[in-house]
């Protein structure tokens, strides 16, 4: 099995910043891309951002420039660093993770059971 989970989310102010972790642990034989994506309350869920094993970055139009995906390969953690952070914001944060449990089986997305960032005065 393999388990996926994010920490870091709370309560911030418009301006103010947050740091966001995501590790994945368990029956793990390599893991490839990871990423972060949000849910508003009453939207779908969208990509903020992800990053490839060789740190390859894709962000959402709505974060250049704000937030900043990172990982450390050795911990299986990918980070999201949210900056000047705006009420838009405002949602549950899930973090995936493409892994491959053995060698010769197909990889398979993982997902966390998500942190709730929320950005009010």
């Known amino acids: 099995q393999v388990q996926v989970v994010e920490s870091g989310g709370g309560l911030v102010q418009p301006g103010g910043s947050l740091r966001l972790s995501c590790a994945a642990s368990g029956s793990i034989f390599s893991v490839y891309a990871m990423g972060w994506y949000r849910q508003a309350p009453g939207k779908q869920r969208e990509l903020v951002a992800d990053?490839?094993?060789?740190?390859?970055?894709n962000y959402a139009d709505s974060v250049k420039g704000r937030f900043t995906i990172s990982r450390d390969n050795v911990k299986n953690t990918v980070y999201l660093q949210m900056n000047s952070l705006k009420p838009e914001d405002t949602a549950v944060y899930y973090c995936n993770s493409v892994v491959r449990t053995m060698a010769g089986l197909p990889r398979k997305t993982y997902w966390g059971q998500g942190t709730q960032v929320t950005v009010s005065s």
């Open positions: 990053i490839t094993t060789v740190g390859n970055t």
